[in-house]
């Protein structure tokens, strides 16, 4: 089910074009550009059918499409198979953490957790400012930092972990980060900064489960406010989580860090696979072209 206003066809002509190859031959910048030179409008422009329909595509013989389209493929169905494997290495994670909460009592992290409140005395610059985003990392700002003093701002050293207490109008999501950076970043100074004692927790690992949705749930569910609700210092102190020995909170972090490092690897197997689509394409074109002159 897709919205009215989407168009939606389907290649009919198969004796003369593949329906993946026409597909491949539209996952290219270069048609993104043509696309929107092609649209016309006053007040948003569109791309109408009728205009679709007259763009102009070099189509070599069908087995040509065929041998390209199946490299495509080729490339597809392997970066799938990693993407399974990627599936596989977050669900241990989580049955890792699930089998902790079961096996061990949690305990209150308020123990194990203190507020860091340092100004930026060291003169930071605007090229240290982050924004906390609800997807659990720090961002370039989106505020209007034109004459904003950075004397008041908050300092978050790698390693801490800074979250904002408001909560209203945030999808239902924290907005938290931790900084795993070699830098120190400013934050504005109504975010709370946290550091942990690290004889005892990882911020790592704590992060973890403050990343988990059951954890947006539970400060959602235990924030307070009229105007706004808010989930403050003293609220984060009374989450508790099962503490084990730092070498088993090593482990997991480490099988999370692997996670999320595969997971960078696949999202750049998928950028690949489409640049190099116009490559597929060129070389498809230029092989019928020789087969022709031959």
Avoid at 36 to 64: M, T
Avoid at 186 to 209: A, C, G, M, R
Avoid at 255 to 278: F, M, S, W
């Amino acid at each position: 089910m897709i919205s009215p206003a989407y168009t939606t066809f389907e290649i009919t002509a198969t004796d003369i074009m593949l329906p993946l190859y026409f597909f491949m031959k539209f996952l290219s910048k270069e048609k993104d550009r043509y696309g929107a030179f092609c649209s016309d409008g006053s007040i948003r422009s569109n791309l109408d059918w009728e205009v679709f329909c007259d763009i102009d595509i070099d189509l070599p013989p069908l087995p040509i499409q065929q041998k390209y389209v199946d490299i495509y493929n080729a490339m597809f169905a392997n970066q799938q198979s990693y993407e399974r494997g990627l599936e596989d290495l977050r669900l241990v994670c989580d049955a890792y953490i699930e089998d902790l909460k079961h096996k061990m009592p949690c305990e209150a992290i308020g123990a194990y957790i203190e507020e860091f409140n340092q100004k930026n005395e060291i003169g930071l610059t605007l090229d240290s400012v982050r924004g906390i985003a609800t997807s659990k990392e720090f961002i370039d700002t989106k505020a209007n930092m034109d004459g904003v003093a950075l004397n008041n701002y908050k300092i978050v050293e790698p390693g801490m972990i800074a979250f904002i207490s408001d909560t209203s109008r945030r999808a239902d999501k924290m907005s938290l980060a931790l900084n795993q950076s070699e830098e120190s970043y400013l934050v504005s100074s109504i975010s709370t900064v946290i550091k942990t004692n690290k004889n005892k927790l990882f911020s790592k690992y704590l992060y973890l489960f403050l990343c988990r949705a059951e954890f947006d749930r539970y400060a959602r569910f235990h924030s307070w406010g009229s105007a706004r609700e808010t989930f403050n210092l003293d609220d984060m102190k009374d989450v508790s989580i099962p503490i084990p020995n730092l070498e088993i909170q090593k482990s997991i972090v480490e099988i999370h860090e692997t996670y999320v490092k595969r997971k960078g690897i696949n999202e750049k197997l998928k950028a690949q696979i489409k640049d190099i689509c116009p490559i597929l394409i060129k070389g498809s074109i230029e092989e019928a072209r020789k087969t022709k002159e031959a």
